[in-house]
Nanobody, 117 residues
Framework: QVHLVESGGGSVQPGGSLRLSCSASGIIFNKYNMAWYRQAPGKQRELVAGITNGGTTNYADSAKGRFFISRDNVKNTVFLQMNSLKPEDTAVYYC???????????WGQGTQVTVSS
């Protein structure tokens, strides 16, 4: 059974930092492209950052220069370091795992990030 478990969310003031973690089990982690998405109230889910199984990263324009995605293929974990947080970063953040070769797609349950003074 596949599990993607996010952690590290919480409340922070504008300008603060948070580090999200997503621990994966039940998958061959190093085969999967991993990503972080977010969904704010009343808005569609959007891609924040992605990292391929080879380590290539990509970021939404809103995340460039502030957020950094990384992965640890030994610990089967993907991270999202979020710096200089803004109120508009407030959302539920979801971990995503994709292995296109076998049409596999999984989501975590999400972790809330709230940026407010």
């Amino acid at each position: 059974q596949v599990h993607l478990v996010e952690s590290g969310g919480g409340s922070v003031q504008p300008g603060g930092s948070l580090r999200l973690s997503c621990s994966a089990s039940g998958i061959i982690f190093n085969k999967y492209n991993m990503a972080w998405y977010r969904q704010a109230p009343g808005k569609q889910r959007e891609l924040v950052a992605g990292i391929t199984n080879g380590g290539t990263t990509n970021y939404a324009d809103s995340a460039k220069g502030r957020f950094f995605i990384s992965r640890d293929n030994v610990k089967n974990t993907v991270f999202l370091q979020m710096n200089s947080l803004k109120p508009e970063d407030t959302a539920v953040y979801y971990c995503n795992a994709v292995w296109e070769w076998i049409s596999a797609l999984y989501w975590g349950q999400g972790t809330q990030v709230t940026v407010s003074s």
